[in-house]
């Protein structure tokens, strides 16, 4: 699969959210700088990645919309029913914090927390009445994300103060 053409197929639907294509590429760029993944999940992992705010900026449009969009991008691509399956699924879930997920949805769940940690959201949420950063840092699974995250954490603090 060409992850470039599902990229080049979803960034137009994808522009219309909050924080525009960029935070899929920033989420895509945070599980390739940190998380080793299986050769064997790449496909997964990445197409989940690139489909996962396909539905729209919220997450009701995200869970309501999302998959159905993304099983219509994937089918052009000429992807397999179970392929597409397990993709919609991450995508009609990926808010959640389920027990045991699998690892692309894993990858998935900590480059979405660790994003909101980059210089181009942390403000958005940062002027959130009472936003409890560490809440977010607990939320991810790996102890590597958590690492990043707190990195990314002192490093934006810094910079309010000398900015």
């Known amino acids: 699969m060409d992850i470039n053409k599902l990229f080049e197929l979803a960034s137009p ?17 945070i599980a390739r700088e940190n998380f080793s993944v299986k050769k064997e999940q790449e496909e997964l992992t990445f197409s989940a990645i690139i489909l996962h705010d396909i539905g729209g900026a919220t997450i009701k449009e995200q869970y309501a919309k999302g998959p ?11 992807l397999p029913d179970e392929f597409i399956k397990q993709v919609c699924e991450i995508v009609g879930t990926h808010h959640e914090h389920p ?29 959130m009445k009472d936003f409890d950063w560490d809440k977010i840092v607990d939320l991810i699974y790996s102890d590597k994300g958590k690492q990043v995250a707190r990195g990314m954490l002192v490093q934006r603090r810094s910079e309010q103060k000398s900015g």
């Open 13 to 29: 639907i994808l522009e219309k959210n909050d924080f525009g294509v960029g935070h899929t590429k920033r989420v895509f760029a």
């Open 68 to 78: 159905q969009i993304a099983s219509t991008l994937l089918k052009q691509l000429g």
């Open 99 to 127: 027990e045991n997920p699998s690892e692309p949805f894993r990858i998935l769940y900590d480059s979405d927390k660790i994003v909101m940690f980059t210089k181009e959201e942390f403000e958005c949420y940062n002027s």
